[in-house]
Each structure stands twice: as structure tokens, then as C-alpha cells.
């Protein structure tokens, strides 16, 4: 498969309950946490970036004024309920028709390697696979490629299911592309997360 179309669809509607404070636009290095998350995004290649907002809509969306590249914003106007399902729904909306698939990137996971991304799309091109899932050390992690043969099926799902039932539903044709880093477990739900993590990254940097 040649000149293959992902879109990044970029879940960042939450309302950061556990965390206290909008973690979007948390301080992450010289950035914030869905700044460094996007930069990523275009560093692996990805041209079509599409974010999905919600809670902290103003604050968030100043930050994405200062990307200096091109990122296409959706709002969820159900953020309230906090079902991931919901944001993907709403990212999947209206998908330009020549994207082949989408990326499925948490924008609370600002460990997430531009390696991993590019290893991830060339594994798609290579096979085709209607889903793909990094996994480290047997846990599945983040993000996740799912090929355009999903998207009605996606935008059906009746409220209450997770994405995670809808894995567990298609585990059978998941093609899972081993890794040798934790950071596809790695997001930032509480205060505690936040701080190993950019104790990490300081260690790392």
C-alpha cells in the first residue's frame, strides 16, 4: 500500500476530573502536555491532525493557536459525560474520503514517541490490518490504528460501551506490534501521574 492517508484523531475533550486542573495545557518541558502530544504527531509525518474539544474549550483552543502547523479542531458537545466513545464518534464525523484509516492518539499522553507512530503506520502499509495496537510486555497500549472498514461500526456504538468492548469484540483481527518502551501504557489521569512523569522526562531529557 502506497501513499497511505491516516488522520490523527486526537482525543482532548475530557474535563480532567481526577487530574483537578484542565491537563491539557499542563507545562510539559518547554510546551504543554496536547502541545507535545501534537509536535509528535507531525515530527512521525502525519499531515491530517484533527483534535476533539471539549471542557476548558477557550483555554485549550490557545493553545492550539500557537502550533505553527495545521490542525483541524472538533468540538464534542457531549464532553460532559466523559465516554471516550463519544469524542471518537465525533472525530470519525466527516472524515475527508481519502483517509484509509485513523490514529487514535490520547492527548493526555504526551510520552507517546514519534518512532512508535512511524513503525505503526509502516506496519499498516505493509499489511493492511484493520486494527492496530502497540503492546508492551502483553498490556495493550495507545495509540490505536483503525482502518476505515470500522468507522460505521464506530459511529453505531450505542452509549455506554467502551472502547475497550469494542477491542475485546474484534480481538480475533487486532494485529498487535510489540514494543520495547512503556511509554504506550503511560497517560496522566491524577496529580501523581503528572509528577513521575515529568520527573521522567526531566531524567530522560
Known sequence: ????????????????????VPKMTLPWGSSTVLETVLRSLQQA??????????ANRDEVE?????????????????YENGEMMDSLRVGIRNMDPNTQAVLVVLGDQPQIEPRIVVEMIELYRQTGAHLIVPSYQMRRGHPWLIARSKF????????????RDFLNRHSSEITYMRVSTGSVLQDLDT????RAARKDNRNEG
Open 191 to 194: 496529580p501523581e501521574d503528572y
Open 1 to 20: 500500500m502506497d501513499n497511505v492517508e491516516i488522520t490523527a484523531v486526537v482525543l482532548a475533550a475530557g474535563k480532567s476530573t481526577r487530574m483537578g
Open 62 to 78: 490557545k493553545k492550539l493557536d500557537g502550533i505553527p502547523f495545521t490542525v483541524e479542531r472538533v468540538f464534542n458537545p457531549d
Open 45 to 54: 509525518g502525519l499531515r491530517r491532525i484533527r483534535v476533539v474539544i471539549g
Open 152 to 163: 460505521t461500526e464506530l459511529a453505531g456504538i450505542p452509549a455506554g460501551e467502551t472502547m
